[in-house]
């Protein structure tokens, strides 16, 4: 009886395991999602309400991660520090880079070239978003998968 | 109060007088301070100096980190920040098809600070009952902004006050009490202010600052011929080379104006007609 609560516990754990590896593609869909809805109210704000960027940034979704990424980089700003804004700790170098260009460009431009600013941003957006959503078709499930295959290699040879 | 500057450079011009009126930052000198001492208005330097970057990053922090928010008042060489602080902006302009789009490299800024004086105008309110037309006459920095903020505020706690604020100094984005019967349009064109605050707002009086063109006077000549009574201001360093400007002359050959006030150094001064009258047939 106990044997089968460990294998039971093994394959449950192991799978979980896989799953939150893989995970990422999951929170940078969501990520970026919203960065795309940001990208698009900004560029509303810029065609007719010219709210300042502050205001903006204190804009609230489900994800902690994009909360936290706004809100770091408006502390940054009304604090005058030259220190980095947070990022996800599952973000590469290369998205780290986008986002670090995009943040840091917005609200620097007149109204025209910010809007300019602002569509050539929702274009590598867009792209961007079509690359995260294939590879979370493609890799989401792997993780589980692969953690299940271990956790049931793993009861083998426990019994 | 100067919240946009670095917190140590705020704290080091704030130390420097009991009261402030003018802050220059100019790339690569000395920042300098108009302020009063309890004694007399006077000029101090700061030993640091403000770079090229500094000015930048100031810039964007005056502007709430949006430039494009600031964009038309930037077209007109200055920027007022969230106190009602205006500040002059100097670099290289951008011109498209003779007009300017924006300015770019910035090389000085010219911070004023407002000040609210209460009870500054009394000695003209109290002279009279009822609302009177009255035109403010003084060169920069005599406190035309400061008395005419007054004195629509002691109109305001009687009659309907409509204050045009073109740069938000009169107001400071709320921070100055305007009276009870206050209202305010802000950073709008004296045209858009004059010709709609007289159709929609019912107003008793006008106020403005600065008049600075012929269109500007006719939007002016509009209220004052509805029946409106107005309180504006305008430049000059005494009346004789004000009736100089030809725009101005119309507004003193129809008596529109029930007064002329002439401030010099804060101090009010109701002309008599024929002060002035000498140097219009002149």
């Known amino acids: 009886m106990v044997k089968i609560f460990i294998c039971i516990a093994v394959i449950v754990s192991s799978t979980l395991i896989g799953k939150s590896l893989t995970d990422k593609h999951a929170k940078k869909l969501s990520f970026f999602s919203l960065l795309k809805d940001f990208n698009s109210s900004l560029k509303r704000n810029v065609k007719f309400r010219r709210q300042n960027l502050i205001e903006l940034l204190d804009l609230k979704s489900n994800d902690e991660d994009f909360n936290c990424f706004l809100s770091s980089y408006k502390l940054k700003v009304l604090s005058k520090s030259d220190e980095e804004c947070f990022y996800p700790k599952w973000i590469d170098n290369d998205d780290k880079y986008f986002l670090k260009s995009y943040i840091e460009g917005v609200g620097k431009n007149g109204s025209q070239s910010e809007l300019d600013f602002i569509n050539s941003y929702e274009e590598i957006i867009d792209e961007k978003l079509l690359k995260i959503k294939e590879d979370k078709r493609k890799f989401a499930n792997l993780g589980q998968k692969l953690g299940f295959i271990f956790g049931v290699g793993l009861v083998v040879i426990i019994i | ?282």
């Open chain 2, 1 to 282: 109060m100067l919240d946009f500057l670095d917190y140590n450079l705020k704290n080091k011009i704030i130390s420097l007088f009991a009261k402030i009126f003018e802050v220059r930052l100019r790339q690569d000198k000395p920042v300098a301070v108009k302020g009063f001492d309890g004694e007399k208005v006077s000029v101090k330097y700061l030993s640091s100096s403000t770079t090229k970057n500094d000015l930048e990053k100031i810039i964007y922090s005056l502007c709430n980190y949006s430039v494009y928010s600031v964009e038309e008042s930037l077209k007109n060489g200055f920027i007022t920040s969230n106190d009602g602080e205006r500040v002059g902006v100097c670099g290289s302009c951008v011109l498209s098809l003779d007009n300017v789009v924006t300015i770019k490299d910035f090389s000085s800024l010219c911070i004023r600070i407002p000040n609210d004086v209460k009870g500054c105008s009394n000695s003209y309110f109290n002279l009279f009952s009822g609302i009177r037309s009255c035109l403010v006459v003084a060169k920069p920095f005599e406190g035309k902004t400061t008395f005419i903020r007054d004195l629509g505020r002691n109109y305001a706690n009687e009659y309907n006050v409509l204050f045009i604020d073109e740069r938000d100094e009169l107001s400071a984005s709320g921070k100055f009490n305007l009276g009870k019967n206050a209202d305010v349009i802000r950073y709008s064109t004296k045209k858009f202010g004059f010709y709609n605050g007289v159709r929609s707002y019912n107003p008793d009086v006008i106020v403005c600052d600065e008049i600075m063109s012929s269109d500007d006077l006719q939007a002016v000549q509009f209220a004052l011929l509805s029946g409106v009574k107005v309180i504006a201001s305008i430049h000059s360093n005494n009346i004789k080379n004000l009736l100089k400007k030809q725009f101005i002359s119309a507004i003193f050959k129809n008596k529109l104006f029930d007064d002329i006030i002439v401030l010099d150094a804060f101090k009010p001064t109701l002309l008599k007609e024929s002060q002035w009258l000498k140097y219009l047939s002149a």
